[in-house]
Structures are given as C-alpha cells and as structure tokens.
C-alpha cells in the first residue's frame, strides 16, 4: 500500500495556470516512490472563471483530484482543505503549494522527505541555502523585512522563512495546533506566518528545506501587499506581548483600527502637502497665515480625498458616486479648514509676527500656529467622513 500525501491548491481565479500546476504537482510522484500524491483544490466561492469547472473536468479522468469550494480568504481554504483530506483521503502528510505555478513543485519531493526523516512541520523557503526568490525588488524586499520581523519579534529566530504557503506537516500535528486562537478567517494571507506560530507553540519539531519561488505564470495577485505587512506587524507584536505576560489582543484591536491607521497616514501625506503650499503662499506669495492656510488646506483636501477614495475607503460600498463623494468631503471637510483658520488667526492675533531661536536656529511662530491645527482638524475630519462621507450602506 502506498502512502498518502495530500496537497492543499487553494485558488480563486486561476483558470489560467491550475491545470499546469496540478500536472506538476502530480508529476512528482516519479521522485517519490512509495507514496501517492492526492491533491484537494479549494476554490474560493468567489472566483467567477473556470476555475472549477476546469477541476471538475480532470478529476472524471485522475481519481488522485478531489475539488471543494470554500468561503472567501486564503486562510479559509488551506483550514477546510486539511480539514477535508484528513475526514477523507487517510493522509500520512498533509501539504500545501500555490496554484499559481510560482513554487517549483520540486519543492514537494523535499518537503515529503522533511517529513520522512522524523520533522512534524516542513518549511519551504526561498531565504536558506538553495532557495530562491526570483520576484520583484519590492516583493523580496517585503519578505527579506517580514522575515526579520519575524524572527526577531515574533520568533523563532532560526527559521528564515514565515510568509510562504509551501509547507508539509503530519496530521497528527495538525490536530495538536489551536484552530480557535489562529486568525484564520482572516482575508489577509496572516495565516501564513500566524499557522507557522501555532505550529510552534504546539510543540512541532521544524526544519527548513530550500524552495525556489518565480513570477507567476498568468493571473493576477490577490496578495495585498499593505494590509499583509500591517497584520504581520500587528500579529507578531501581539505575539511578543503574550510571550512577555501581556495578555492585550493586539492583533484583534489593530484590525479593527486600520481604517483609521489608513486615514491617518492619508492625514500625514496631506499635512506635508498643506505645509509646502502653506510656506510657499506665505514666503513667495507673502499671503498672511490665516489665507495661506485656507489655500494650502483646500489644496490638502483634494489630494486626501483621492487617497481616500481610492485607498483607505477603496471597498466600501456607497451609493453616491464620486463627484457627489468630492462635494460632501469638500463640505464636510470646509469644517476642518474653518476650524485651521480659525486657529492661525486667533494665535495671529495674539502672539503676531515673530521668531522663537531653537538650538541656534530661528523657527517663525507661523510653524507653530500650523502644526497647533493638525490635531483638531483630523479628529473632525475622520468622524465626520467615518460616518458621512464613506458611510457603509447596504443595498
Ligand atoms: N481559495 C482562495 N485562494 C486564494 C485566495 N487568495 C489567494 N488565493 C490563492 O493562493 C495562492 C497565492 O495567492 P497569490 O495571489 O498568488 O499571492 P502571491 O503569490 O503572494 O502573489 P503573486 O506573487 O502576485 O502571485 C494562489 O494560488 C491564489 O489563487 C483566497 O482568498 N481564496
Ligand atoms: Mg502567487
């Protein structure tokens, strides 16, 4: 009897590449006798190509193909996939690759023999020996940081690799892990490095195996890249606290705070912008503080909505289109700038013109009376444009 490795596909939209990757995937049985290789595609209930049909069409042919659709998210279909093959195909390993043919299938041969050597957990990386990473420079760049990260805040520090999906453990560890603290239901790809910490904390005996990973080969990413680094940050420091006694939930808080972390790093890049018109109004326009602030803060208020609109809001649904979404923010935002010029002038009116001398160096009060604007004006900004302007409604 052959033993059984089962490999979790997950997928959503990948009609270009999974009938490439699965002939891979199978093909390298030929480099692992004595084992038979099942492998179970988990296609999100949201892909809207063939991607299933294309499934349902090989596995009529090849008995070793099994197919389940799954809620939306990453971390959903690997849970469900495992889930599945070890209530159904009698595993001896459970694995999982991307569908998108970025993992030199290779890898499996590797991570089958992690496993046979005695090791509960494989890790598949592109940071060891052997490994590659052949993406962008901005891709590497995001896993060389979230690697450091990683290791040094979250642990442990001899594993280089955290945010990659090919991986091999034994069921038996799999059951050990707890489901109930893992944030798997997340839409962000945290269950890679979070799956990774449980894996830990549950005693897993781990090794790294090398894995050479390339631009996919058609489709599109649904790896976004900004919510993945802010819940890595977030996951692991929330790790460390509990590791020192802190028992906050961090991670739980901060995803419910992003909307506002977005909003406000959209409010920085606008200060900046309100600041260099503010000083180029007063220094080359010589306007007075008061109406250098009402054109540089209306300029602001362009740039923050687009960002907005197009980022920090970019998935709430609406019924009012852009323009009408253009009227109320600079609306409700004329509050903010009455609100800022309001400011400049009082503090105008009271300490003037004037130059306070800073470590040898002579600041104008209408720096001052700028920065005494910024806090005032986001906190009514976000409340007002929180519950006015991107109002979530449902249909
Ligand atoms: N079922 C399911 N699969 C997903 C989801 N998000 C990503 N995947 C699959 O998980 C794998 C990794 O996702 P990718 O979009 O390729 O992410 P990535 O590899 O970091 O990004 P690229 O380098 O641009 O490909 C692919 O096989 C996707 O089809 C999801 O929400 N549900
Ligand atoms: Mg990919």
Not at 277 to 297: D, E, H, L, R
């Amino acid at each position: 009897m052959k033993k059984i490795v089962s490999v979790i596909l997950p997928t959503f939209n990948e009609e270009a590449n999974i009938e490439k990757t699965l002939k891979r995937v199978l093909e390298q049985e030929k480099d692992l006798p004595g084992w038979q290789i099942d492998v179970v595609i988990v296609d999100d209930i949201r892909s809207s190509d063939n991607t299933d049909k294309i499934i349902q069409k090989l596995s009529r042919k090849d008995n070793r193909i099994y197919l389940i659709k799954a809620e939306p998210g990453l971390g959903v279909s690997l849970i469900e996939g495992h889930k599945f093959a070890t209530a159904h195909l009698h595993p001896d390993i459970l694995a999982q690759l991307d569908a998108d043919g970025q993992v030199e299938p290779d890898v499996l041969v590797r991570l089958v023999k992690g496993i046979e050597e005695g090791f509960d957990f494989v890790i598949g990386s592109r940071l060891i020996s052997g490994g590659r990473n052949k993406l962008s420079l901005s891709r590497r760049l995001f896993t060389l940081g979230s690697s450091l990260f990683c290791r040094l805040v979250m642990g442990p520090t001899n594993i280089k690799e955290f945010t990659n999906s090919a991986r091999a453990f034994t069921p038996k560890i799999f059951k050990k892990i707890n489901l109930d603290r893992l944030p798997w239901r997340e839409k962000t790809f945290i269950i890679q490095p979070a799956f990774l910490n449980e894996m830990i904390l549950a005693g897993a005996k781990y090794k790294e195996v090398p894995l050479i990973f390339k631009n996919r080969l058609e489709g599109y990413s649904k790896n976004k890249v900004f919510n993945y680094t802010y819940d890595v940050i977030s996951y692991c420091l929330d790790v460390r606290l509990h590791k020192w006694g802190v028992n906050i939930s961090l991670y739980k808080l901060s995803r419910r705070a992003k909307t506002l972390v977005k909003f406000s790093l959209v409010g920085a890049a606008g200060t900046t912008v309100d600041f260099l018109f503010y000083k180029i109004f007063i220094n080359y326009f010589g306007f007075p503080p008061a109406t250098s602030k009402g054109f540089s803060a209306e300029i602001a208020i362009i740039n923050n909505f687009f960002l907005n609109n197009f980022w920090t809001f970019r998935y709430r649904k609406t019924k009012t289109n852009l323009w009408q979404k253009l009227g109320i923010f600079n609306l409700v935002s004329l509050g903010g700038l009455i609100i800022a010029v309001l400011i400049v002038k009082l503090l105008h009116n009271i300490y003037g013109d004037g130059f306070i001398n800073l470590f040898g160096k002579l600041i104008a009060y209408n720096n001052f009376y700028f920065f005494a604007t910024i806090i005032p004006v986001m906190i009514w900004n976000f409340t007002i444009n929180h519950f006015i302007t991107w109002r979530h409604q449902e249909d």
